[in-house]
């Protein structure tokens, strides 16, 4: 099954941090920007960052910058989000997809994208 696997959330006190992971699985990222998402229920989806397939160009909304930071590592098929400085705004499911490069995602153009996972609930509270 070709699909993202995404981990890493969790319940974490405002100000502190996680690090997910969104692990390919029946596919490799070498060639495909990955992009994150979030989710509140009743919400709409926000893209929260976009990493290009060398690695070399990163983008973030504006809501995140500063604080969180995409990476990857195309040896073990992972593109990882760290996120510090966490507010109970940060509170969603967090979810990946690819796509050819990150043109589509800075102009929020993100349903023809690929391998959508099933995401990873993170929750900030006291």
């Known amino acids: 099954q070709t699909q993202f696997v995404e981990s890493g959330g969790g319940l974490v006190q405002p100000g502190g941090s996680l690090r997910l992971s969104c692990t390919a699985s029946g596919f490799t990222l070498d060639d495909r920007a990955i992009v994150w998402f979030r989710q509140v229920p009743g919400k709409e989806r926000e893209g929260v960052s976009c990493?290009?397939?060398?690695?070399?160009?990163?983008n973030y909304a504006d809501s995140v910058k500063g604080r969180f930071t995409i990476s990857r590592d195309n040896a073990n098929n992972t593109v990882y989000l760290q996120m510090n400085s966490l507010k109970p705004e940060d509170t969603a499911l967090y979810y990946c997809?690819?796509?050819?490069?990150?043109?589509?995602?800075?102009?929020?153009?993100?349903?023809?994208?690929?391998?959508w996972g099933k995401g990873t609930l993170v929750t900030v509270s006291s």
């Open positions: 990493i290009s397939s060398s690695g070399g160009s990163t």
């Open positions: 997809a690819a796509d050819s490069s990150c043109a589509a995602y800075v102009l929020g153009i993100w349903d023809g994208m690929n391998y």
